[in-house]
C-alpha cells in the first residue's frame, strides 16, 4: 500500500458519493459502493491553532473508499482501491492512499 | 420528522461532556425536536439546567444518566464491565425519577468522596435491575440502554461471535422484561472500530435476534463539530496523559462525530446503518419509531415528575409541632413580643402589631410558615449546642425572624423593610444565612443530620469550573508541554476568564514575557504556544468537578431522597448533586451555615474570660464594666461570669470611643486600611453609624464618589440637599445620599405609589438591559401624575438608576454590624482574651504577626512559649513574676510551630508538666528536630532555669544538635510502673557552657522562620539606629503632624491591597507595622512608576510621602517614593552639614535577612 497526498478532481453524486476522478491525467470511474468513514487527525501536531469555532475538519477527515477502473479501459482489467478525503474548508479532493500500488508509482512525498 | 437524542452528555459531565445544555436545548428546538435527552456521567449535576433549557426552548425534557456497571465476573468493587445509559420514565408522578435518583445514589454509595477512590463510581447489575420496577405496581420505571459502551459494546470487536451474544443474554436474564433496549451508534469511525457502522449493525441485530427494542443514538458529547478538539482535550485531562499519549494508546475518540446531528442527518445515518445490514426500508422505520416511542415514554413532566418549583419542607412532627404551622409560627411571635418587647404599649406597641400582622400575612400566603419554623429549629439547635450564631443578610429584615430568635437584629429600630426580604410577588424560598463560628461548622452540620434524620438532610454541592489557571495547565497537559514550563505560565495568570486569555497576552503587564515567547520562537515551540491559548480558551468555565458547598445545607421532609442524588462529601456526609442554582427549581429548602472565624474568635474570648474571672463580680471589675445603680453589675453578665455577647447594649461610649480612634485591628469588617481611613473620617457615635460605614465600604459607593458627599453633609461642611421634600424623610438618615437599597424601595415608593413589594421587583430591574427601560417608563409616568416636576423626576430617576444596582442592602449591614460592635466591645473591656481569640482562629485579613503587634502595642505581655505553660491554643495568664507581674498576658501556643507534628502536640499536651529533657524524650516521643526547634524558641529556658546550670540557650541548641549526630542510646526507658527518681534535669544542669548568648535579633529571627510571628521583640526594633538615622518618623508620631507634612516612614509590609477606582487607574494602598502601630500609605500613578519593584515585591518598606489627615483620628501617608530598606545602600541618607557623606559602619542583619520559608509574615498579595 501507498501513501500520496495529491489533489484528484473528483465529480460525485447528488448525495456526495464519488462517482468518477481524473488522477494523473486520466479518467477513472466508481466501479463498486464506495465505503465512508471519519478518520482521525493529529491536529495537535499537524494544526497551528484550534481556536473555538474552527468548526468541522479538525479532529477528523472524510474517508471515501473507492474502487475504480480507467473510464476508457475494458471491464477486464483488475480494479484500484483507492481512499480519498475531502478537505472541508475548500471542498477539494486529494488522494491519499492507493491500496494496489502496482500502476503509476509516482514520487511518493511523504508517509 | 423529527428525532430524539436519548444519549446526551452535558458540559456538567466532568471532564467529557463539552456544552451547556442551554446550547444543547436551543440547537435542537432549532432543528424541530420536540424532545431532549440529557444523560450525564454518574449523576444528575446538569438535570435541573437541561429542565430549565428545555422549558425555555420549548422542548420536553428527558431525564437519565450515563453509569458504570460492575462486571458481574470480576473483582465485584473494582472492576467496571462497561457503561449504560439509563432513562427514567416520565408521567408517573415521580417514579421513574425516584427510581433514577436512587440508583445514582447506590451508585455512589461505597465511594469515599476523596479524589483517588479506589472504588469507581458503578452499579452492579442486580442493584440496576431492582430499581427498575415500580416498587409497588411493578411497572417499568426505567429503560437500560445497552451501547456500544456496554460490555456488550465492548466485546464487538474483532471478529468475535460468541462473547457479544453471551453478555447480552446476560442482560436479558437479570433485568425485568420491558426494561432494556439496544443503543445502536455509529460515529462513522473506520471500519471495525468501536462506533463504526459495522458494530452499529451487530448491535442492530443482537437486538432483533432477541427481540429486543433498538434505538438510534449518536451518543452526543458535543453540539457540533468545534467541540470535538475540546473533547479530546477534557480526555486527556481525565486521564491524565496527553494527546499524543492517549492516541498511541488508542484511547482517544475514533473521531470527532459525537455532536447532536440534525434530524436528517440521523435518518441518513440510520439509512446507512440498515443498508449495510442489508435490512430495508420497513426495519428503518421501525428503529426511528422505537426511538421515537421509547423518547415519549421518558418524556418527563417537571411539575408532577420531578416537583418542580414546589416548596417542600420538613414534615411538621419533625419540627416539633402538632398543629398548624401558621398558628405555631403566631404563638411562638407573640411569646417572643414579651421577651424581646417586655412591657411596649401605646403607639410602639400598635406599630409592632401591624408589622407583625403585615408579616404574617404575607408568610400565610406564601405557605412559608413551616420554612419558618424550620429555620428558627435549626437556630435554637445550634445557640443549644451552645455555639454562636447570627442570621446575616436580609433575613435581618424581618420582624417575625427577631421574634423567633433567628436574627438579632431589630428591624423596627433599623426601619428595615420586611419586602427587601419576602413579598407576594416573589415566590422563592428566601435566603435566611446563619453565622456560626467557623471551629464549630462541622460540628452543627452534624448534629443537623441527627436531629432532622439523615432522610432529610444533605449538604448542597458546588460546581468547580476550569479557571485559567487550572485551564493552561491541562491544556498543557494534553499538548505533552514540560510541567514546569506549564508551572511558570500558570503562575502567571491570575483574576482574568481564560475565555479571554489571547486578549490579556496583549494587555496585562504581566504577561508581557509570555506574549513575547509566542511571537518569537521557532515554529514549533510557537505553535505549540498558539495552540496552548487556544485550548485554554476551549476550557474556560467547564466544570471540573463538584464538592461541598462551603455552607449549603438542604434540609427535606423523609422524600428528600427521591428527589435529589447524593454522593459522599470529602467530610464524609452526604451531598446533593445539585448546585445553589438548582435548588428553587427543585423546591429544596437551603439553609447558608457560614463558619465565621471571628465568631469563633468571639466565643473562644468569653471562654477566656470566664476561665480567668469565674464569677460576675470579677468580670465587671476586670472589664471596667458599668455596675449600676445597684452595684450589681449590667444583666449581660450571669452570675458564673459567662457574657452574653448579643445581649450587651448597643449604645457603649467606650466602644465607640475605641472605634473612632481607628485602632480596630482585629475587629470584624472595620481594621482594614481603607475601613481605618473611613472609620476615621466619619466618627461613628452608634451602632446606625456602623451600619452606614458598612454599607458605604463596598466597591459601588467607593467608585461612585458617594462617599465624600456623605460625609460632607454629615459633618455639616455642605449642606444637605434633598430632591424633593417628600424624600426627606427617605434619605435623612444618610444625610441626602442614597446608600441602602431600603431606600431606594420607598423612594420608588414615594414617588410612584407602587408599594414596597413592586418597589423591590423595580430595583432588581435596575441595571438589566430590557427591564430597566420599562421601570424608567413607568417611573417617568407614575411620578409625572403626582406632580413631581420634571427637573426632580429626572434627577432621582439618575440616582436610582446609579446606585440602584450596586446599593447595599441595610439588613445586610445591620447583620454584619453586630459582630463588628461585638468585636469592638471585646477589645474595649477584654483585650488580652480577645487577642488571645484572634491569635487562635485568625479571623482577620492581616498576618498573625500584626495582632501580637498590636498586643505589644496595647502593652500586653507576650508570654514566651514554655513546654509546661503553652497549650495547644492560645491562653491568658496572670503574669506571676517581672516586671508585669499582676498584668494579664498571653501565652504562646504549641500549636503552629514549624515541623511540629499534630500527634507530637497532642502528645505534649496529654504529658505536661515535665522536670527534664529526659522526661519530654521519654513520655511525649518528640521527634529530634522538633525538640531542637523548641529549644531555639526557648521553651525550655524555664526548665533550664529551674535545673540551675550555666549555659545558655545557645548551648543547648549547640548539645542538642551535637546528640542528633550520635547514635541514640537504648535503655533509657522508664518501665512502666516504677518511678524515675525525680533527680531535676541532670543534662540540663551538667550542659556547658561556651557560646555567646543568642542575640534578640537571632531570637526573633528564630521565631518568625518557626512561627512566623516576632514574640520577643517587634522586627522592627533592630533597625531602629538605622531609621533614627535616617530621620523616619514612626505611627504614633504621625497624628501629631500638619496636613501636608513630608515625611519618611518605614516599616514591614502588612497588607497589599488594589482595589478599583474611579476613573479606572490604579492605586495601591501598602500598610506597614512599624511597631508603634501601621502606616497606610497610597500610591498613586507617579509613585508606583517611581517605586516599580519595590511595590509588591518587598517586605521592608522605607516611604517618603506627605501626611493626609483623613479625620479627627485618622492620618495617611500619600506616596512619593520606596525603598527597600534591606539595601542599605540604596537610602536616602541626610547629608551631614559638613558636605561629606559619613562612613557608615556595615549594618547588622536584621530579623527578617535569611528567611525565605514563611510568607504568612508579611502581607503581600492582593
Known amino acids: 500500500m501507498g501513501m500520496f497526498s495529491e489533489s484528484v478532481d473528483v465529480a460525485c453524486t447528488p448525495a456526495g458519493q464519488p462517482l468518477e476522478l481524473d488522477w494523473a491525467g486520466r479518467r477513472y470511474t466508481v466501479c463498486a459502493e464506495p465505503v465512508r468513514w471519519y478518520e482521525r487527525r493529529q491536529w495537535w501536531a499537524e494544526e497551528q491553532r484550534a481556536p473555538l469555532g474552527s468548526g468541522p475538519g479538525l479532529v477528523d477527515h472524510e474517508i471515501w473508499r473507492v474502487q475504480v477502473r480507467p473510464a476508457d479501459s475494458a471491464n477486464t482489467e483488475s480494479p484500484l482501491t483507492l481512499d480519498l478525503t475531502r478537505h472541508v474548508g475548500s471542498g477539494r479532493w486529494r488522494l491519499l492512499r492507493i491500496h494496489d500500488a502496482l500502476l503509476p508509482v509516482r514520487k511518493p512525498e511523504s508517509a | ?1166
Not at chain 2, 443503543?183 to 449493525?201: D, I, M, N, Y
Open chain 2, 1 to 1166: 420528522m423529527s428525532f430524539t437524542h436519548l444519549h446526551v452528555s452535558t458540559a456538567f459531565s466532568a471532564h467529557y461532556g463539552v456544552s451547556w445544555p442551554e446550547e444543547l436545548a436551543a440547537a435542537a428546538a432549532a432543528d424541530g425536536a420536540t424532545a431532549l435527552a440529557c444523560t450525564d456521567r454518574d449523576g444528575l449535576y446538569g438535570t435541573v439546567k437541561h429542565l430549565k433549557a428545555c422549558m425555555a426552548a420549548g422542548l420536553d425534557p428527558v431525564v437519565g444518566v450515563d453509569l458504570a456497571v460492575f462486571d458481574d465476573d470480576g473483582d465485584l468493587r473494582t472492576q467496571v464491565g462497561g457503561r449504560v445509559v439509563v432513562l427514567a420514565h416520565g408521567h408517573n408522578n415521580g417514579a421513574g425519577y425516584r427510581a433514577l435518583c436512587r440508583l445514582i445514589s447506590d451508585a455512589h454509595a461505597r465511594t469515599t468522596g476523596k479524589a483517588g477512590g479506589a472504588v469507581p463510581v458503578a452499579v452492579t447489575r442486580a442493584e440496576l435491575a431492582s430499581r427498575t420496577l415500580h416498587p409497588e405496581t411493578l411497572k417499568p420505571v426505567l429503560t437500560v440502554l445497552v451501547g456500544p459502551d456496554s460490555d456488550v459494546g465492548r466485546a464487538m470487536g474483532g471478529r468475535r461471535y460468541l462473547r457479544p451474544r453471551t453478555l447480552f443474554k446476560r442482560w436479558l436474564d437479570t433485568m425485568p422484561p420491558g426494561t432494556i433496549a439496544a443503543e445502536v451508534v455509529s460515529q462513522l469511525s473506520p471500519p471495525g472500530e468501536p462506533l463504526s457502522t459495522a458494530h452499529a449493525v451487530r448491535m442492530l441485530k443482537l437486538a432483533a435476534e432477541h427481540g429486543v427494542p433498538a434505538v438510534l443514538s449518536n451518543a452526543v458529547r458535543y453540539v457540533a463539530e468545534d467541540g470535538a478538539a475540546t473533547a479530546d482535550v477534557l480526555d486527556s485531562a481525565r486521564t491524565l496523559k496527553s494527546l499524543p499519549e492517549l492516541s498511541a494508546a488508542p484511547l482517544l475518540q475514533p473521531n470527532g462525530q459525537g455532536w447532536l446531528k440534525s434530524a436528517a442527518l440521523m435518518l441518513q445515518l440510520g439509512k446507512e446503518i440498515m443498508h449495510s445490514a442489508g435490512y430495508g426500508a420497513a426495519d428503518l422505520k421501525s428503529l426511528m419509531a422505537q426511538t421515537e416511542a421509547l423518547a415519549d415514554r421518558c418524556r418527563v413532566d417537571p411539575v408532577t415528575d420531578m416537583g418542580w418549583k414546589q416548596p417542600v419542607v420538613p414534615e411538621a412532627s419533625v419540627i416539633g409541632i402538632a398543629g398548624d404551622a401558621l398558628v405555631e409560627l403566631t404563638q411562638r411571635c407573640e411569646a417572643g413580643i414579651s421577651r424581646r418587647f417586655p412591657g411596649i404599649i401605646g403607639k410602639p406597641a400598635e406599630e409592632l402589631r401591624s408589622r407583625l400582622d403585615h408579616e404574617l400575612r404575607i408568610i400565610d400566603s406564601l405557605g412559608f410558615a413551616a420554612y419558618f419554623l424550620t429555620v428558627a429549629e435549626v437556630s435554637r439547635m445550634i445557640l443549644d449546642m451552645g455555639v454562636r450564631a447570627a442570621a446575616r443578610g436580609s433575613g435581618a429584615s424581618s420582624l417575625v425572624n427577631y421574634l423567633i430568635d433567628v436574627s438579632q437584629v431589630n428591624p423596627l429600630q433599623h426601619d428595615l423593610i420586611f419586602e427587601r426580604f419576602l413579598s407576594r410577588d416573589r415566590a422563592t424560598l428566601p435566603d435566611i444565612d446563619i453565622d456560626v463560628e467557623s471551629a464549630e461548622r462541622h460540628n452543627v452540620y452534624r448534629k443537623i443530620f441527627e436531629r432532622f434524620g439523615s432522610e432529610r438532610v444533605t449538604l448542597m454541592s458546588m460546581q468547580n469550573g476550569y479557571r485559567a489557571r487550572g485551564a493552561v495547565r491541562d491544556a498543557g497537559l494534553a499538548l505533552g508541554m514540560e510541567e514546569a514550563e506549564i508551572g511558570d505560565i500558570a503562575k502567571q495568570l491570575w483574576r482574568f476568564s481564560a475565555r479571554n486569555f489571547r486578549e490579556a497576552l496583549e494587555e496585562k503587564p504581566e504577561l508581557k514575557e509570555f506574549a513575547g515567547r509566542v511571537g518569537q520562537r521557532g515554529f514549533s515551540e510557537n505553535q505549540q504556544l498558539d495552540l496552548l491559548v487556544d485550548l485554554t480558551e476551549r476550557l474556560d468555565r467547564l466544570p471540573r468537578h463538584i464538592s461541598m458547598h462551603p455552607c449549603g445545607v438542604i434540609l427535606g421532609d423523609a422524600t428528600l431522597l427521591d428527589r435529589t442524588p447524593v454522593q459522599p462529601s470529602g467530610l464524609g456526609l452526604p451531598m446533593s448533586q445539585f448546585d445553589k442554582h438548582d435548588m428553587d427549581p427543585m423546591g429544596m429548602l437551603k439553609l447558608d451555615v457560614l463558619g465565621v472565624r471571628m465568631q469563633s474568635a468571639m466565643a473562644f474570648a468569653v471562654r477566656e474570660v470566664i476561665r480567668l474571672h469565674p464569677s460576675k463580680a470579677e468580670v465587671v471589675a476586670a472589664g471596667a464594666h458599668p455596675v449600676g445603680p445597684d452595684g450589681a453589675g449590667p444583666d449581660y453578665i450571669a452570675e458564673n461570669g459567662l457574657i452574653d455577647l448579643n445581649a450587651v447594649p448597643l449604645d457603649d461610649e467606650p466602644t465607640y470611643e475605641l472605634i473612632r480612634s481607628t485602632h480596630t485591628l482585629g475587629c470584624f469588617q472595620i481594621e482594614s486600611p481603607g475601613q481605618r481611613e473611613l472609620i476615621g473620617k466619619l466618627a461613628p457615635r452608634e451602632f446606625n453609624d456602623l451600619i452606614i460605614d458598612i454599607s458605604l465600604f463596598r466597591p459601588g459607593p467607593m467608585k461612585s464618589d458617594m462617599v465624600r458627599p456623605f460625609l460632607e453633609h454629615r459633618h455639616g461642611f455642605a449642606p444637605e440637599a434633598y430632591p424633593h421634600p417628600d424624600l426627606k424623610p427617605v434619605l435623612k438618615e444618610t444625610h441626602g445620599v442614597t446608600v441602602f437599597h431600603e431606600q431606594i424601595l420607598k423612594t420608588f415608593d414615594v414617588m410612584t405609589g407602587c408599594g414596597l413589594a413592586r418597589a423591590d421587583e423595580f430595583r432588581r430591574a435596575l441595571g438589566h438591559e430590557v427591564l430597566e427601560g420599562k421601570v424608567e417608563e413607568f417611573f417617568r409616568k407614575e411620578s409625572r401624575a403626582r406632580r413631581f416636576s420634571p427637573a426632580v423626576v429626572d434627577k432621582v430617576w439618575g440616582t436610582l438608576k446609579a446606585f440602584g444596582s450596586f446599593g447595599f442592602c441595610k439588613a445586610h449591614g445591620a447583620a454584619f454590624a453586630v459582630p463588628t460592635y461585638q468585636s469592638a466591645w471585646l477589645k474595649t473591656h477584654h483585650p488580652e482574651a480577645f487577642l488571645a481569640g484572634l491569635w487562635e482562629h485568625d479571623p482577620g485579613m492581616y498576618p498573625k504577626r500584626l495582632l501580637v503587634a498590636e498586643a505589644r502595642r496595647l502593652g500586653i505581655p507576650i508570654l514566651p512559649l514554655d513546654i509546661n505553660r503553652s497549650h495547644a491554643e492560645y491562653r491568658v495568664e496572670r503574669v506571676d513574676t517581672g516586671p508585669d507581674r499582676g498584668k494579664l498576658g498571653i501565652r504562646l501556643s504549641l500549636n503552629g510551630i514549624y515541623g511540629l507534628s499534630g500527634t507530637e502536640l497532642k502528645r505534649i499536651v496529654a504529658g505536661q508538666p515535665y522536670d527534664s529533657l529526659a522526661d519530654l524524650r521519654a513520655r511525649s516521643r518528640l521527634s529530634k528536630p522538633s525538640i531542637q526547634r523548641l529549644a531555639q524558641l526557648g521553651a525550655f529556658d524555664s526548665l533550664h532555669r529551674a535545673a540551675g546550670g550555666t549555659a545558655n540557650r545557645a548551648d543547648l541548641v549547640h548539645h542538642l544538635q551535637t546528640l542528633q549526630s550520635r547514635p541514640q542510646r537504648k535503655g533509657l526507658d522508664v518501665i512502666e510502673g516504677q518511678l524515675s527518681l525525680p533527680l531535676g534535669d541532670v543534662e540540663l544542669k551538667n550542659l556547658k557552657a561556651g557560646l555567646p548568648e543568642p542575640t534578640l535579633v537571632d531570637t526573633v529571627r528564630a521565631e518568625l522562620d518557626l512561627m512566623a510571628v516576632d514574640v520577643s521583640d517587634h522586627l522592627m526594633a533592630s533597625h531602629r539606629p538605622l531609621l533614627d538615622r535616617l530621620g523616619v518618623t514612626t505611627a504614633d508620631k504621625l497624628l501629631g503632624l500638619r496636613n501636608g507634612t513630608e515625611v519618611l516612614v518605614a516599616g514591614v509590609r502588612v497588607a497589599t491591597q488594589t482595589p478599583p477606582m474611579r476613573g479606572g487607574r490604579r492605586v495601591v494602598f501598602i500598610s506597614i507595622d512599624d511597631g508603634t502601630g501601621c502606616v497606610d500609605s497610597v500610591f498613586f500613578h507617579e509613585a508606583q512608576e517611581l517605586a516599580g519593584p519595590l511595590l509588591f515585591g518587598t517586605r521592608l518598606l522605607l516611604i517618603r510621602g506627605t501626611t493626609r489627615r483623613t479625620g479627627p483620628r485618622g492620618i495617611s501617608i500619600s506616596a512619593s517614593m520606596a525603598w527597600d530598606l534591606s539595601c542599605t545602600g540604596t537610602l536616602p541618607f541626610p547629608v551631614p552639614a559638613s558636605g561629606i557623606p559619613e562612613d557608615r559602619e556595615q549594618d547588622p542583619p536584621g530579623p527578617l535577612d535569611g528567611i525565605s520559608r514563611n510568607l504568612a509574615i508579611t502581607g503581600l498579595g492582593g
